[in-house]
């Protein structure tokens, strides 16, 4: 596959092309309410999930950038806790922060080769753990999305809050 290939691919896969859905739509016209609301059954809300994407996201722009960030003990640390309030105001921040991480990403995806193919470091040693590229990492990134904005669409069908305009509806 060639190189402009892979990122134009990639870069379909972080805003939602073909079988996967558009993060951005799937997150956009949610109020907090609904976006703080849990389902019996189910752990999160939406609003973690856009949060715990945010979290990786941002986790992930520090390595890619050079940065060694702490990994997590436990998974616990990258979901926000459910007794935690949500006004509108921080619903909103946490939409746009998600917008302008894809952004981001997606900008990463469009670097040179010699970005693309820049090492960057393991989360923590582990004897024979491979090296990763930053290209790498955005692959891994936009697979991450995918999984969970199916998720926040499958909630957003359950709560009755899906419409055509974020996606397909079959």
Do not use: C
């Not at 999305?145 to 359950?158: A, E």
């Amino acid at each position: 596959m060639s190189e402009s290939m892979n990122q134009r691919t990639l870069i379909e896969l972080l805003y939602g092309k073909g079988a996967h859905a558009n993060p951005v739509a799937a997150v956009q016209g949610i109020p907090s309410q609904l976006a703080r609301h849990t389902l019996e059954g189910y752990p999160h809300s939406i609003w973690q999930i856009v949060r715990h994407m945010n979290y990786w996201m941002d986790y992930e722009l520090r390595r890619i950038s050079g940065e060694e960030p702490v990994y997590p003990t436990h998974a616990a640390e990258s979901w926000p806790s459910p007794s935690l309030v949500l006004t509108e105001s921080e619903w909103r921040q946490a939409t746009v922060h998600f917008t302008a991480s894809l952004d981001r990403l997606s900008a990463l995806a469009m670097a040179d080769l010699e970005f693309s193919n820049r090492e960057v470091k393991p989360t923590h040693a582990v004897p024979g753990q491979p090296s990763y590229s930053a290209l790498d990492v955005l692959w891994q990134l936009a697979m991450h999305n995918s999984y969970h904005v199916g998720q926040i669409v499958l909630l957003r069908r359950m709560l009755n809050h899906w419409h055509a305009e974020a996606g397909d509806t079959w």
